[in-house]
């Protein structure tokens, strides 16, 4: 089992997070952590990005990683903090390249076969279908698997706590990303989450 694979597998859910304040990171981590979602995924869309990421690497047992990494620039940031994954919405091989050589655990977006054709080519068997509603949903995803048998696949973007059931009953679906765990108290989130990771089929 690859790196990316066994982290995928660890929760049915990755908590996508958009940090706007350092400070609510690390009880965000410790909610979710503690309802059984130790996968956490934290996007690089805020200029709290980075120090929300610190935060939450203090959690014990939380598993930490940088999404919507779009740029060299980004990628470094985040190696500089040693995050235990990386998740991009795109694949470029000028991106692709230098974060398939770091070994660090990749999980780069896909809509389309020529997306999955060129992570092949870098190496790559595991991908987030970004954005999976958008894109054309469970229906796109089961075409998309057909001739790339090879491939396993988290599902982001749009995916609800009612639709999630029916992605993770997929075979090559082994996680699907959500936003839908994070609101409310630190109580709710943990309830939320610890109904999230019940989706595990």
Not at 16 to 42: K, M, S, W, Y
Not at 109 to 137: C, Q
Not at 166 to 191: I, K, N, R, Y
Request: proline share 6%; net charge negative.
């Amino acid at each position: 089992m690859t790196g990316i694979e066994a982290i995928m597998r660890t929760s049915a859910v990755i908590p996508v997070l958009v940090i706007d304040d350092a400070a609510t990171a690390r009880p965000l981590a410790e909610a979710l952590v503690a309802g059984g979602l130790r996968v956490l995924e934290v996007t690089m869309r805020t200029p709290a990005a980075l120090d929300a990421i610190r935060e939450m690497k203090q959690v014990p047992g939380a598993i930490v990683g940088a999404g919507t990494v779009v740029t060299l620039e980004q990628f470094e940031q985040v190696m500089d903090l040693d995050v235990e994954f990386i998740v991009s919405p795109g694949l470029t091989e000028k991106l692709g390249r230098p974060i398939v050589d770091s070994g660090v655990p990749f999980l780069p977006g896909i809509a389309n076969s020529g997306d999955i054709m060129r992570g092949l080519d870098l190496g790559l068997t595991h991908f987030k279908f970004f954005p999976a509603e958008a894109s054309g949903g469970l229906k796109a995803l089961k075409a998309l698997a057909a001739p790339f048998y090879q491939a396993q696949f988290c599902p982001t973007g749009g995916i609800t706590e009612a639709s999630a059931p029916d992605w993770l009953a997929f075979a090559p679906v082994l996680c699907v990303g959500g936003s839908w765990v994070t609101g409310g108290t630190m109580a709710e989130v943990e309830a939320k989450a610890r109904a999230a990771n019940a989706l595990r089929r």
